[in-house]
């Protein structure tokens, strides 16, 4: 096994804009990475230049400490997962497995030895005659990690290998990716556009916009401390709410009303006129409910609509952007796919909350996790 160290990587195709921007990822051995962002960021494009299927037009590809940019793909020892599989219908699970190392020439008695070992690691010892046709999608993905296991390829890269399925099987692949990925503890770079996928799977999640790469962190660090607009809006569903702000010594001036948050965040942030907050739809909550120790600030607000869930509900506020951030606003809604950022305010309430639609309720929310960016470069100032 090894890491995947990305140098500075460029991809121009024609004279355009670059595909990939000077992106600059290093995968660890045995490290989940995840490359994350809208169509067109690039992402199929950097795991291409990963295997070898597109030329590299700057920087250093290295796998282990070998600088493979002029290596064949067949000449990398990576093991690529497509979204179908790849696998052959006319052979049994078996024989698919073994494939590689037929191909190899490898002895027969080699063959059984290590197609017999995957299959009980991917837990397939039962269904070795048995052709794909007659599998489960979940046994399909496995008989083709099973392939990339015999080959003992150095690292695993997956291209959107769940987008063509329904949202309940793809709930269940993923984690028997997220099982087998840690249990054979090999180096794995995974593609998708669904934020979903990322947070859940990654150990590291890379996220990138329009080929530059915009933070790369645990998806935990992303969804806390996000570094920039387009992170925090990308990251977390239903997405962060963005209101106009403005600071003055310890006080935010939000549209509802003035909030204190902590000096330290404050003073990080004081001075620099109109700003963006962002605010999870999980840091407000219905004020009855909310512990009276808990530190925070309250607003009344009238409720439109009210979606309740069970354990949660969604209530959605009404509220119009002001045209100082409208601009930003619109271009981060275009980055997103869509997103309509301006004309409301989603608030998370716990399912035990008798709020209404038509409520005028009373609001907290927690100041301490107000985030504040910078409207003309996106930067999370606090
Ligand atoms: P998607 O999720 O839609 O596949 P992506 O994030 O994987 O998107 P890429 O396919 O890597 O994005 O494409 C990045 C950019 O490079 C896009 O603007 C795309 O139009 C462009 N591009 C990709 N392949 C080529 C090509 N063969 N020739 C010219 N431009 C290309």
Redesign the pocket.
Known sequence: MAGIDMRNIVKK??DGFP??NDVSIDVQDGEFMILV??????????LRMIVGLEDITSGDMMIGDKRVNDLAPRDRNLAMVFQNYALYPHLTVYENIAFPLRLAKASDQEVDEKVRAASKTLELDEHLERKPGNLSGGQRQRVAMGRAIVREADAFLFD?PLSNLDAKLRGQMRSEIARLQKRLGITTVY?T?DQTEAMTLGDRVAV?KR?ILQQLATPRELYDNPGNLFVAGFIGSPPMNFLPATVEGTSVKLPFGSVEIPADKAARAEGRGLLIAGIRPGDFEDASVVDQDTTGSTFRATVEVVEWLGNEAYAYIPFEAPPEVQSQLQELERDLDGESLRTQLVVSLDGSSTVREGDEAEIWVNTAKIHLFDPTTGENLT
Not at 37 to 46: E, F, H
């Open positions: 195709y024609g595909a990939v962002g809208p169509s067109g960021c690039g992402k199929s494009t950097l959107e593609v556009h990138l080929g």
